[in-house]
């Protein structure tokens, strides 16, 4: 079993080593890499079962090897990235470690490695996986809207806007202020250019932001009523198969 360590911090490399050989002493720690540029040289002339990839390495974020050439091996992460990075890996079933690298942990991400491998059916998903959480990971989020107000144009940034409705075909952004701005977009369209960690779709009419929940009341049906700052509708609900998705995505 050859194993790739792809770290820039030598004390980080040389621990993951010693948990390695500790945890799997049959196993060869093949080569420890500390560059993207590396990287990428070594996997086109050479192979491995496992790589051990920090994601970011001295000459960028190890992403970009995935742009060069094609990865076949596995991959656990590790990483000091932010919460909702994480949560990204975890939710697709990517292993990560966050650093100081725990040996308990290790062992897990191992023990998943080794489940997922098992057949070839379980290392492909893993590398659908790999990409799904790369795109999670590095794709952009809308940051702002240009509105036409009469015959003006005006930037309004997301972070004003508490939420978006759709009413009568027509789909409007709410700020802080109270104003509504009527949209070009559906809340579709809307669904995946928002950052899913500051907005979510409680309905087919609405998407929040967590910002604008004034409060929350049970209703019937196992659902939930929300009270939105500055809105004046008394039936906004949260959908009932979409509940606990939302009580999850609030506890965070």
């Known amino acids: 079993m050859r194993v790739l360590i792809m770290e820039d911090e030598p004390q980080a490399a040389t621990r993951l080593s010693r948990l390695v050989a500790a945890l ?3 196993w060869e720690i093949t080569d420890t890499l500390d560059s993207v540029k590396r990287s990428v040289d070594w996997l086109s002339k050479n192979s491995c079962d496992l ?3 920090d994601i970011q390495l001295a000459d960028g974020l190890s992403f970009e090897i995935f742009d060069r050439i094609v990865v076949t091996a596995p991959v656990i992460f590790t990483t000091a990235y932010n919460e909702y990075a994480l949560k990204a890996f975890k939710v697709n079933s990517i292993d990560y470690l966050l650093k100081p690298v ?4 290790l062992q897990a991400a191992l023990n998943k490695y080794h489940s997922l491998t098992r057949t070839a059916y379980g290392s492909e998903k893993m590398m659908e996986s790999i990409r799904y959480a790369m795109q999670m990971l590095t794709k952009k989020y809308k ?10 144009l005006k930037s309004v940034e997301v ?3 508490l939420f978006f409705f759709s009413l009568e075909k027509t789909t409007f952004a709410q ?3 109270g104003r509504k701005y009527i949209l070009d977009f559906t809340l579709d369209q809307l669904d995946g250019l928002l950052d899913p960690s500051r907005f979510f779709r409680i309905n087919r009419k609405y998407i ?6 004034k409060d929350m009341i049970s209703y019937t049906n ?15 609900i949260v959908a009932r198969e979409r509940v606990q998705e939302f009580k999850n995505w609030l506890d965070r």
């Open 208 to 213: 929040v932001s967590v910002t604008a929940i």
């Open 175 to 177: 700020t802080a202020d």
């Open 143 to 152: 940051e702002r809207f240009v509105i036409k107000v009469g015959e003006h």
């Open 159 to 161: 972070g004003e806007i």
């Open 102 to 105: 725990d040996q308990a942990e």
């Open 24 to 26: 799997q002493p049959d």
């Open 51 to 53: 790589i051990l990839m």
């Open 222 to 236: 196992s659902r939930l009523k929300l009270v939105l700052k500055t809105s004046d509708d008394d039936d906004v």
